[in-house]
């Protein structure tokens, strides 16, 4: 999708600048006449009073995002510096050797057009923010992210050989999903497309944009992204993407902005010459694992089938160590649970050849008795999970213990990404393809009920917070997955029916009756008399 442009007025984003507190210290004419209040009006004041008509303590939005955590989070003593980029309502930058004080732009929700040079003063006010982050082209791309309230910023660079596009650095909520594929062929996908061409691309709709060739992005709920060409010396340099939750991140906008930006991130990388000169690249984990759905393993980018492994038990062995998540494991323990029935010494001896197995298929021209991953300490095993590794089930337990977190402490806004991840890891049951080992069993089970439970929580915030479209796709997304739920289908029933969607609420309806009977063999309970009421 090629951008276009708009003559006369620019639309940007209202900025202004905060002190510690979040009181207002510059209200720049610009803001004052799109917001239609003096700077007499805002200077000394809190910012959720000027934005909010006189409000006298920060609205729940302004207490959960980014833009309070942030700034906060440059006072000593502050609590809870962390905060989600797409949580914030507006976009947040501390500014150096200013101690507590930031640049905050208003969401995209409050873009509105200005005179012609409005963008153009935006874009220089980001500059001006990014200037004392040159020396690394890391901290500048972060940067970047964050004036632009961008969830997820990348660059990729151009090989020597000109041929293909290597992931440089990325940054934001969705960096290991943006690992996907860290090198493009040139005209290939969003990054090798814009270095062919040296034009930009911009989509509000990720989902369904088949240039865009990750499909985990994807899944994260990625919904807007615009990639810019990089250029130095009049020769294409690669490329710097920027990606948004929000699909309603303006075009124009975008193209004004970057226009202004690339030139500094084009520095910071020819000021961090070490690091191009001697062609780092970001390399994506070396070994990743999907345990969710059938046991899919990835290692220095190849492939490894189940029966790569020359004996079956390596399999075994390496699920129960991921299991452990990294907690180590006895080796009497280890074989009675493979070899239960294996004479005394004998099962050591298994063991040490599945350890071996192991350890030889995943990590080829290892040394001898050596492994990153597969650890062995006075006869305790465990998963190295210090070594490089992407491991679906610990991205899952982790994000849901921080979403529930965050929502017991009232954070609810931030626990939202973190709810949506979790949710969109779970591919199916735990290590699918193995119908035969009944040890796993329980662990399925408890996982099904996590995600399930997570499905719940997300669903209730959607709703509460007007997001029923999304709600809805989630719950036909879960149902797919796990079709005999029935307070899901009736969490889905009375969403459609709300909605005035009446006849896709009785489709469902009776989706709900035959999944019931095919799967428990059971007829609706008693309560769906009052889904067929609604729906009368």
Not at 80 to 109: K, N, Q, R
Not at 334 to 356: I, S
Request: hydrophobic share 45%; with cysteine.
């Amino acid at each position: 999708m090629q951008p276009s442009h708009i003559s006369g007025s620019e639309l940007f984003r209202p900025f202004f600048w905060v002190d510690d507190r979040l009181r207002v210290l510059g209200w720049p004419e610009v803001t004052a006449r799109a917001l239609r209040r003096p700077p007499g009006a805002a200077i000394g004041r809190y910012c959720w009073e000027v934005l909010n008509e006189g409000v006298r303590t920060p609205p729940a939005r302004c207490r959960e995002c980014a833009t309070f955590a942030s700034v906060r989070a440059v006072v000593p003593g502050a609590a809870d510096p962390a905060a989600s980029a797409h949580a914030a309502p507006c976009a947040v930058f501390p500014l150096s050797g200013a101690a507590g004080e930031a640049i905050l732009w208003l969401p995209f929700s409050h873009i509105v057009p200005g005179p012609a040079a409005s963008s153009r003063q935006e874009g220089l006010m980001i500059r001006g923010a990014l200037a004392e982050r040159l020396e690394s082209a890391a901290e500048t791309l972060d940067g970047v992210r964050r004036a632009c309230a961008a969830d997820d910023c990348e660059i990729f660079l151009l090989e020597p050989t000109r041929r293909e596009v290597v992931l440089f650095d990325c940054r934001g909520e969705d960096r290991d999903a943006l690992l996907e594929r860290t090198r493009m062929p040139l005209g290939s996908g969003y990054p090798g497309s814009v270095t062919l061409h040296q034009q930009p691309l911009f989509t509000n709709r990720l989902q369904s944009e088949s240039l865009f060739l990750r499909n985990e992005p994807k899944r994260r709920g990625l919904r807007s992204f615009l990639g810019v060409p990089l250029q130095a010396g009049g020769r294409a340099l690669g490329y710097l993407g920027l990606g948004w939750r929000d699909a309603a991140v303006p075009m124009q906008w975008g193209m004004r902005i970057l226009d202004q930006i690339k030139p500094l991130v084009v520095l910071a990388l020819q000021n961090d010459r070490p690091s191009v000169r001697s062609g780092r690249r970001l390399r994506p984990p070396r070994l990743v694992v999907r345990c969710f759905g059938p046991l899919e393993i990835v290692c220095d980018g190849r492939v490894i089938p189940a029966d790569a492994f020359p004996r079956r038990k390596a399999v075994a062995l390496l699920r129960m160590l991921l299991l452990a998540k990294g907690a180590p494991m006895h080796r009497d323990k280890l074989v009675e649970q493979l070899w239960p029935d294996a004479p005394p010494g004998r099962g050591a001896n298994r063991l040490h050849g599945a350890l071996n197995a192991l350890r030889s298929t995943l990590e080829t021209g290892r040394s001898a008795r050596a492994s990153d991953y597969i650890v062995c300490r006075d006869n305790h095993y465990f998963f190295n999970t210090e070594a490089p590794h992407a491991v679906d089930l610990f991205v899952f337990l982790d994000r849901l213990s921080g979403a529930r977190a965050l929502r017991r402490a009232g954070a609810e806004q931030r626990a939202l990404a973190l709810y949506r991840e979790a949710v969109t890891l779970y591919r199916g049951d735990l290590f699918a393809d193995d119908v035969e080992a009944s040890a796993l069993e329980a662990h399925r089970v408890r996982l099904r009920h996590s995600y399930l439970e997570a499905v719940r929580e997300l669903t209730d915030i959607l709703i509460r917070r007007g997001e029923v479209d999304e709600a809805i796709r989630l719950l036909r997304a879960t149902l797919d997955l796990e079709p005999a739920v029935f307070d899901l289908h009736e969490s889905l029933i009375v969403q459609l029916a709300r909605g005035g969607r009446t006849v896709e609420a009785r489709q469902q309806y009776e989706c709900c009756r035959a999944a019931l009977h095919r799967h428990l063999d059971m007829d609706l309970p008693p309560r769906a008399k009052a889904l067929e009421k609604l729906l009368a």
